[in-house]
């Protein structure tokens, strides 16, 4: 059974930066596609980025494209976010997904963290 525990969130001015991390334990982990979703309150949960077993292919959500970086080392999967704003307050959730290839779904994602706040402040 694969665990996915989230840490790093936190309080941000716009601007600023700030690094969530997902630390993975249990079954075959190396060969998941992982990704990243986050969900702001009264939204549903939307996708962010997302990274193959190997680290060599990534996906982000055009909302987020050039500020955030998807990466992936020993068991744990990183999301660098950059130039961050308000919109994007949330909380974030790493999902690792049974199979091969990305996937912007969040229906395709077969195990989830309990997620990390992420507050940007204006």
């Known amino acids: 059974q694969v665990q996915l525990v989230e840490s790093g969130g936190g309080l941000v001015q716009a601007g600023g930066s700030l690094r969530v991390s997902c630390a993975a334990s249990?079954?075959?982990?190396?060969?998941?596609?992982m990704g990243w979703f986050r969900q702001a309150p009264g939204n549903e949960r939307e996708f962010v980025a997302a990274?193959?077993?190997?680290?060599?292919i990534t996906s982000y959500a055009d909302s987020v494209k050039g500020r955030f970086t998807i990466s992936r080392a020993n068991a744990k999967v990183y999301l660098q976010m950059n130039g961050l704003k308000p919109e994007d307050t949330a909380v974030y959730y790493c999902?690792?997904?049974?199979?091969?290839?990305?996937?912007?779904?969040?229906?395709?994602?077969?195990?989830w963290g309990q997620g990390t706040q992420v507050t940007v402040s204006s």
């Open positions: 999902a690792a997904r049974i199979g091969t290839g990305l996937s912007r779904s969040k229906d395709a994602y077969d195990y």
């Open positions: 249990g079954g075959t982990f190396s060969i998941f596609p």
């Open positions: 990274i193959t077993w190997s680290g060599g």
